[in-house]
């Protein structure tokens, strides 16, 4: 089997060559993709939780290091130091130990938080302390009771005056209670009818500047009405004398007809006159 030919297999399939697309319409390059390698860019700082986990191995890895370091173990022997082994020279950058380190505190971060426990605070939890029992020796003494028939009355008194004390001190508390309730009260009534004049003189003044609002209202009606009819009758005696400048026209013009007549019936006389007297001059 040959070695696979991309450029051969898409001749065959219609291709015409570099820079034409296999059908029409389509891309005559191939579209890029952009592989990302690195850890930089959006989102790098994303999580900073503590990496409890690595700590706690650490730890563990320390105490394992110095009990192997020539220190006794728990049966009495001691180990052999193990000799230093040397560290390799890392080739890597600061900014990858970084990325690195990123990458590590993403994968802990789902991890809950906890306490680190130890052989000494579970020693400390398990191991309670156990209480000391001690015993003494106690001496028993006698004394004699007299009888207190005076401090007893003392007391009774006392607190028989202490009992009048304090229902005396409730008495004036409440009686001032009363006297503030009803001071109160009082003020409270006084308030009250001073507000309930105060709201009937400012109905009356109500009333009174909406009857005078309606009273002026009604006046102007009164007026635009008498207006209007004055306007009208304006309008009427205009009508009747521009009717009485026509009929004045109209008899005027019949007057000039009349005379115009009369002067052609005085013009047709005297033209008959003249030829009546041509007439008898001619005979």
């Given at each position: 089997m040959g070695?696979?030919?991309?450029h051969d297999h898409l001749v065959k399939q219609g291709w015409k060559g570099k820079g034409t697309a296999l059908k029409?319409?389509?891309l005559t390059r191939p579209i890029p993709v952009?592989?990302?390698?690195t850890l930089s860019g959006i989102g790098?700082?994303?999580d900073e939780s503590i990496p409890f986990w690595d700590h706690i191995f650490a730890s563990t890895a320390?105490?394992?290091a110095s009990s192997a370091n020539g220190t006794p173990s728990a049966s009495g022997a001691s180990t052999p130091q193990a000799a230093p082994k040397p560290k390799p020279v890392s080739s890597m950058s600061i900014a990858a130990r970084s990325s690195k380190e990123i990458a590590k505190r993403k994968l802990y971060s789902g991890f809950f938080r906890g306490k680190t426990f130890s052989e000494d605070n579970s020693e400390a939890e398990t191991s309670?302390?156990?209480?000391?029992v001690t015993v003494t020796k106690t001496t028993i003494e006698t004394v004699q009771v007299q009888p207190a028939a005076s401090s007893s009355s003392t007391s009774s008194s006392s607190e028989k005056k202490e009992k009048s004390d304090k229902k005396e001190k409730k008495d004036k508390k409440n009686k001032s209670e009363k006297k503030d309730k009803e001071s109160k009260k009082r003020k409270r009534s006084s308030e009250d009818k001073s507000k309930t004049v105060e709201d009937k003189e400012a109905r009356r003044l109500r009333r009174r500047l909406r009857k005078e609002e309606k009273e002026l209202s009604a006046a102007r009606r009164a007026l635009r009405k008498a207006e209007k009819e004055e306007r009208a009758a304006?309008?009427?005696?205009r009508k009747a004398l521009k009717a009485e400048r026509a009929a004045m026209k109209a008899e005027l013009a019949s007057e000039k007809e009349k005379e115009k007549e009369a002067k052609a019936r005085r013009k047709a006389e005297?033209?008959?006159r003249k030829v009546g007297k041509v007439e008898k001059e001619a005979k």
């Open positions: 070695r696979f030919d991309a029409n319409g389509h952009v592989q990302k390698k790098k700082d994303r320390a105490s394992i309670e302390p156990e209480p000391k304006l309008k009427v005696e005297k033209a008959a």
